[in-house]
């Protein structure tokens, strides 16, 4: 029975949610370990810093062809431990079948310890450019246009369901906490019009100043979100095999533009260009500053601004603190249900923030006089990135990273790069490229690492992008 109430409660924590973010099309800057707040160029500066718009790159004008990111990470289970726990065992028969393993409880003890404490994080992102052009002219400056797609879930799930899962309500009681769950999840469309100009300033601090401001129409066709979840529950014995169950639940979770979620519209469809359920603006702003040849400084402020939802809002609350007398009753369990569901009416437009963050970056390469001695081409650049809120997988944590591209072979870039922060721990970037003179093509993983151990990865990272240049 336990492992039916766990069922409803993670069915219900999705029935009431569903009832650093943004710069994964930057391809280059991806397989540099996500480095790229002063090593962007043309195309891949819209949305990340639009000052280097106005820095000459290898052409003045680009069109970018449906450059995308998938990716999937989970903090809950590496491969291994997924297959040595959940794919069973081989069958008694020698016929290449599997049969389910059973745990014992040593299995169940060290699964529990595999896991870490508190909430574990599971998400999934795609981004994907529609359209993406940029123009970039000595005396007028650089412009950028860009549409780009963004969505993603995000889950934030408590060790107890596990704990749960593994060893239900327990002959002498038991309790289990599963406060702090949430489930997010987004999808909304940017329009991006950026454009940049070279300063002419006469400094002795630095060669060149680049200023650069984007605007932003934002369309968004739906969102979930956890305001709060707190959830407690609890067998405990009261006679000779007699039990009952104590459970608290006090939860609040909003969602527009999913009417796929509404019993009275099943036959809601989701238009992709038209009936978006929120709208919304925002700025990026940007600084790049040459301090000598070779070495760059940059600054920038992105996504500062929010989108008001006002179609299909729907609120789910809950409030309940109940006791079950008889929980193999069907009363019993329905009244669980109810409370585990919570209910729902409709709400108010609400608006939520754009994924804001604060971006410092610093840039070398061998045009510096005491690096001119080598051969190719190199970059070498480093990241500060510190988000403002949580929203579409937005971190508050700060990211650190460093990357690097050399062209030893000219058309052949090499990229590499790590990450620490930014709610996704330490990662290993990479890439490589193909750049001929009016095409070219990039493919990149923000975790390299899951190549050589392909057994413990828990993410998959996988970026493409196509460029003609003129």
């Known amino acids: 029975m336990f492992r039916r109430y766990l069922t409803y409660i993670i069915l219900a924590i999705g029935v009431n949610t569903l009832g650093q973010a943004g710069d994964r099309t930057t391809i280059r800057g991806v397989g540099m370990g996500r480095t790229f707040v002063s090593a962007s160029r043309g195309i891949d500066a819209i949305g990340i810093n639009p000052a280097n718009l106005a820095i000459p790159d290898r052409s003045d004008f680009s069109l970018v062809v449906l450059p995308f990111t998938y990716r999937v990470s989970t903090e809950l289970f590496s491969y291994d431990i997924y297959q040595e726990f959940f794919t069973g065992v081989p069958d008694t028969t020698g016929d290449g079948e599997r049969e389910p393993k059973l745990l014992t409880e040593a299995d169940k003890n060290r699964l529990l310890s595999l896991l870490p404490e508190g909430k574990a994080t599971t998400r999934m992102d795609v981004e994907a450019m529609y359209l993406g052009m940029s123009f970039m002219h000595p005396d007028v400056g650089g412009f950028g246009i860009a ?3 963004k969505m993603g879930v995000k889950l934030d799930l408590a060790k107890e369901y596990f704990r749960m ?6 002959q002498g009681g038991s309790s289990y906490d599963f406060s ?6 987004w999808w909304y469309r940017e329009y991006n019009f ?12 630095f060669k060149d100043l680049y200023v650069g401001l984007g605007l932003k129409l934002v369309h968004g066709y739906g969102i979930m979100h956890t305001s709060r979840y707190s959830a407690r529950l609890a067998n405990e014995i009261v006679g000779t095999n007699q039990y009952r169950i104590r459970g608290s639940f006090d939860f609040l979770n909003i969602r527009s533009g999913v009417d796929f979620l509404d019993p009275a519209k099943e036959t809601a469809t989701v238009n992709p260009f038209t009936g978006a359920a929120g709208t919304g603006y925002g700025v990026d702003l940007g600084l790049t500053a040459e301090i000598i040849s070779g070495l760059q400084l940059s600054f920038a402020v992105t996504d500062v601004g929010g989108i008001t939802w006002k179609k299909n809002v729907v609120e789910t609350r809950g409030s309940y603190d109940l006791t079950i007398a008889d929980p193999f009753s069907a009363p019993g369990q329905d009244s669980l249900i109810n409370a585990i569901r ?3 009416s409709p709400a108010e437009p609400f608006t939520t923030p754009l994924p804001t963050t604060v971006r410092f970056g610093a840039l070398l390469t061998n045009k510096a006089s005491f690096l001119e001695f080598l051969p ?11 988000g403002f809120n949580e929203m579409f997988g937005n971190s508050e944590e700060p990211r650190l990273s460093m990357g690097m591209e050399y062209r030893i072979i000219p058309l052949l870039p090499l990229r590499t790069g790590f990450s620490v922060g930014g709610g996704d721990g330490f990662r290993w970037g990479a890439g490589f490229g193909l750049d001929f003179h009016f095409i070219s093509l990039d493919l990149a993983t923000e975790n390299f690492g899951m190549l050589f151990s392909p057994s413990a990865f828990q993410m998959f990272s996988v970026s493409f992008g196509l460029r003609f240049r003129g």
């Open 165 to 170: 899962f593994l060893f239900g309500f327990q």
């Open 194 to 205: 950026s454009y940049a100009r070279r300063m002419p300033v006469n400094s002795k601090t």
């Open 342 to 344: 919570g209910k729902n």
């Open 376 to 386: 190719g081409a190199m970059v070498v650049g480093i990241d500060y990135n510190q």
């Open 147 to 149: 549409v780009t797609e």
């Open 180 to 185: 702090g769950t949430k489930l997010s999840a």
